[in-house]
């Protein structure tokens, strides 16, 4: 594997929640819509309490991406309804961690990042359930593209498609309790 391309090492990446102290300005990404929330949306979001956007450094200087997570729910309908009334479950939707955005930088991708950073929310999703608070699932809206890689890429990590809810959008899911064997 040339070093172009060589998996990042976890023990070189520091996680910071965003502040007007970072500088943000020379990231960039492909998706060009999630470079612009990162620098014109996610601190001011952050300071409203809609989300929390945590920025992915490589030995504390180089931004290699960002992640911005958020709690929300995920309504039982068809087969997941099914499943979890089977199991006794009676709920119309149970707790959840979304994930708003996730970057990797043009200059990162396909080094591990991407993964690295679904097992650190996956991290907060315990520390959410076991200090705080109820939590059974990630989810997120993945945007397709022509060749899917963001839907591969997610069923990668074991995310599970929902029904088509808009176009160009699936919405996914990470079951914390049936999943977790695999990640940790």
């Not at 591990?112 to 608070?133: C, H, K, N, P, W």
């Amino acid at each position: 594997m040339s070093e172009s391309l060589s998996k990042i090492n976890p023990n070189e990446i520091t996680i910071e929640r965003i502040t007007e102290k970072h500088n943000i300005k020379d990231f960039q990404s492909y998706e060009k819509e999630l470079t612009k929330f990162l620098v014109e949306d996610a601190l001011e979001n952050q300071k409203k309490r809609i989300s929390v956007t945590y920025l992915w450094f490589l030995r504390n200087d180089e931004l290699v991406g960002y992640i911005t997570v958020l709690n929300d729910r995920i309504n039982l309908e068809g087969d997941l309804k099914t499943g979890f009334r089977e199991k006794g479950i009676q709920y119309h939707s149970l707790p959840a961690i979304k994930i708003g955005r996730l970057c990797v930088d043009n200059r990162f991708l396909r080094r591990g990042v991407g993964t690295l950073m679904i097992d650190f929310v996956i991290r907060i999703a315990f520390q959410v359930y076991e200090r705080y608070s109820g939590c059974r699932f990630l989810v997120l809206d993945a945007k397709r593209n022509k060749e899917n890689e963001v839907i591969h890429f997610y069923k990668k990590q074991r995310f599970i498609a929902l029904k088509e809810r808009e176009k160009g959008i699936t919405p996914m899911f990470f079951d914390l309790v049936n999943n977790i064997k695999f990640r940790l």
